[in-house]
């Protein structure tokens, strides 16, 4: 019966944790597009302090998204 409860014990206790989600802070080195990552990656950042519109202008800056953010890039 004992090793019945720990178990149980530990995954009821494992489902009260919270969940953490990590964004990238760097670009790897080695990536011959090095300029793109760090261009997205400062557009996540905008995004998550709340300038999604200056996110989505930095964004627009890369002619390939331009054309996908299309009605948004017109701003």
């Known amino acids: 019966m004992r090793l019945f409860v ?3 014990l530990l995954v009821l ?3 009260c944790t919270s969940t953490t989600i990590e964004y990238p802070n760097s670009c790897p080195a080695e990536v011959e597009s090095n300029t793109k990552c760090q261009r997205n990656l400062d557009a996540q950042t905008l995004a998550i302090i709340g ?3 200056a996110a989505t202008q930095l964004l627009c ?3 390939e998204l331009r054309a ?3 009605d948004k890039c017109k701003q």
Request: glycine letters at 6%; charged letters at 35%; zero cysteines.
């Open 6 to 8: 720990l178990p149980s």
């Open 61 to 63: 800056k890369d002619p």
């Open 51 to 53: 300038y999604e519109d």
């Open 68 to 70: 996908v953010l299309d």
């Open 13 to 15: 206790l494992g489902a």
